[in-house]
C-alpha cells in the first residue's frame, strides 16, 4: 500500500487531466458519467518511428504528440541521438513549450548473466539512466529484467524475430537454473533502489520477455525486494497465456501502463493473435484506482499519422478514473 500512495503522489504532480463531471442515472436508467477524470494519455516516441531505424528525430515525435493531442510523451532512449546534459533540457524544453509532460523512460538493461561483471556493468548503465530521468523530470523509467540471450537467429529472420515467433520463451543458459537468474535480477535491481530513491525516480519492472514474461516472474522480483521505488510497468500486449488473471495480478503495483496497438496487423505477427480489450481493462484499473498515464506504444503496419489519432480515441474512451 506504501508503494501505492508514493507512486500516486508521484503521479500527481502531472499536467492537469481533463474533467467530465459526476455519476447519475438518466431517465431511460443508462449510467451518465460524471465526477471522472480521464486518465491522461502519452506516446511513446517509438510509435512514429516505427522500427524504421532511427531517422526518427525526437523533436519530430514531440511536435507530433501535440499535434494530435497526447498529454505526454515516453520517450525511448535509445532512438535519443544524445544523453549529453544540453542536449536533454533542450528535449525537455521543446516539450514544456509544445505542452507535454515527458512522462516516461523507456530503457534496456539486462541483468540475466551468470557474469558478475556484466552484471556490475549493467547495474551502473542504469543507475546513469535514473540520472538522465532526473535530469529530465521524468518520475519513472521502464526496466527488463533481461533475457537468457540462447535464442538464434534462423534464415533471413533475426534473433528477435525469432524470439516473438516463440512468443518470447526461451531455454535457460545450461548449467545453471531459473532460481539463479531471478537472484542475479533481484540483487542487482536492489542495488538501483539508492540511486531511485535519491534521484525520485520510481522503477517499473515491465512484463517483457526473460524472467519478466509472466505475471508471478513480475512479482516475484518486485516482493523480493520490496521498496516504494520498484513497482510495475504494466504492458498490455506481452501476454500470450491467461492474459486477464495476469493482468489483475499485476494490476494493483501498476506505475505506468504501456498500451500496445496494432492497426494495420502488428509487425510480429505472433501478436495478431493478442485481442486486447481496453474497455475491460480500463474497468480492472479502475477497480484498482489506478490513476496514472497510459502510455501508447502503436506497433502496426499502418501509418501512424492515421494509426496513432485511432489509438489516442480508444485509449481516451477506455481509461478513466472516479473522483473521490
Known amino acids: 500500500m506504501k508503494r501505492r500512495n ?32 480521464h486518465n491522461p494519455i502519452g506516446v511513446s516516441t517509438y510509435s512514429f518511428w516505427q522500427f524504421n ?31 549529453e546534459n544540453s542536449y536533454l533540457q533542450k528535449i525537455k524544453k521543446r516539450a514544456f513549450d509544445s505542452g507535454l509532460d515527458i512522462m516516461g ?6 541483468f540475466v548473466s551468470p557474469n ?17 530521468a532526473h535530469s529530465l523530470g521524468i518520475p519513472t523509467i521502464r526496466i527488463n529484467t533481461g533475457r537468457w540471450g540462447t535464442t538464434k537467429p534462423t534464415g533471413d529472420k533475426s534473433e528477435f524475430d525469432v524470439l516473438m515467433d516463440n512468443k518470447g520463451v526461451e531455454s535457460v543458459i545450461e548449467g545453471y537454473t531459473e532460481e539463479e537468474g531471478f537472484k542475479w535480477v533481484i540483487d542487482s535491481i536492489a542495488e538501483c533502489i539508492p540511486t531511485a530513491e535519491k534521484n525520485g525516480v520510481v522503477l517499473g519492472l515491465e512484463n517483457h520477455w526473460g524472467l519478466g514474461l ?14 516504494p521505488w520498484l ?12 492474459r486477464e488473471e495476469q493482468l489483475e495480478e499485476l494490476a494493483p503495483h501498476t506505475c505506468l501502463i504501456q498500451a500496445k496497438t496494432y492497426f494495420g496487423g502488428a509487425k510480429w505477427p505472433a501478436f495478431n493473435e493478442i485481442n486486447i480489450d ?26 501512424a499519422n492515421t494509426a496513432v489519432p485511432k489509438s489516442l480515441k480508444l485509449l481516451r474512451d477506455s481509461f478513466y478514473f472516479n473522483l473521490g
Open 6 to 37: 508514493l507512486i500516486k503522489s508521484i503521479a500527481s504532480a502531472s499536467l492537469g487531466i481533463p474533467l467530465i463531471g459526476s455519476s447519475r442515472f438518466n431517465s431511460t436508467g443508462e449510467n451518465v458519467l460524471e465526477n471522472v477524470k
Open 105 to 110: 523512460l523507456s530503457t534496456h538493461q539486462s
Open 116 to 132: 558478475p561483471n556484466k552484471r556490475k556493468e549493467n547495474i551502473e548503465l542504469t543507475k546513469h539512466q535514473i540520472e538522465i
Open 278 to 303: 481496453y474497455p475491460a481493462i480500463g474497468k480492472l484499473m479502475r477497480k484498482n484506482d489506478y490513476r496514472g498515464y497510459i502510455s501508447l506504444e502503436f506497433e502496426g503496419n499502418e501509418d
Open 214 to 227: 509472466t505475471s508471478k516472474g513480475v512479482m516475484k522480483i518486485v516482493n523480493a525486494i520490496n521498496s
Open 53 to 83: 531505424g532511427r531517422e526518427t528525430p525526437i523533436e519530430y515525435c514531440i511536435e507530433k504528440a501535440a499535434e494530435f493531442g497526447f498529454d505526454g510523451v515516453e520517450l525511448l532512449l535509445i532512438q535519443m541521438e544524445s544523453e
Open 231 to 242: 513497482s510495475v510497468t504494466l504492458d498490455t500486449g506481452n501476454f500470450f497465456e491467461n
